[in-house]
């Protein structure tokens, strides 16, 4: 997207402002915007759906927040950042932000000093790791393709 409007207060506002200048009704939005559904223990994808009208217009009016699988689906679809689509503002990396000092200077001891890391900072970078790999466009283009096997597959079995 070129150029982004910088006075949308809410989430909704921007979600609006996005679909006007695609000149997309609410319903081709919601068909195109397609999310994971997930099996009862959260982990496993069974199978993508496009989200629901009613799920857009609940945003746009500030009814409903979205869902994190939302909020990505609307990013990509659009090209713009979750950080503007929820502040309304782009990320600005300062010194000050994420880890506090002590476990910045707690990081950097880790590193230097100790040949075997800490098991919760192994945790916590492995996450970051896992979390970029599930926003990259090979992530999802992964998960496409093996939502095209399993479809394949299904309807090799059923013929």
């Known amino acids: 997207m070129s150029v982004i409007k910088s006075d949308l207060n809410t989430i909704g506002e921007r979600l609006y402002y996005l679909r006007r200048n695609a000149h997309l009704s609410m ?38 927040r979205p869902s994190s699988d939302i909020i990505i689906a609307i990013c ?9 689509l929820l502040t309304g503002k782009e990320y600005e990396p300062s010194e000050n932000q994420g880890l506090n000092s002590r476990e910045k200077k707690a990081d ?16 916590k970078i492995i996450r970051e790791e896992v979390l970029n790999f599930m926003r990259s466009e090979e992530f999802s283009q992964l998960s496409l393709n093996l939502l095209v096997k399993k479809l394949e597959t299904k309807q090799t079995k059923d013929s």
């Open 27 to 64: 319903q081709e939005l919601a068909s195109n915007l397609i999310v994971p559904v997930y099996g009862a223990d959260n982990k496993v994808i069974l199978y993508y759906k496009a989200v629901a009208q009613s799920t857009i217009n609940n945003i746009e009016k500030d009814i409903n």
């Open 108 to 123: 950097h001891e880790q590193d230097k000093t100790n040949s075997t890391p800490d098991p919760q900072y192994l945790k």
């Open 76 to 84: 990509r679809y659009f090209g713009v950042s979750a950080d503007w």
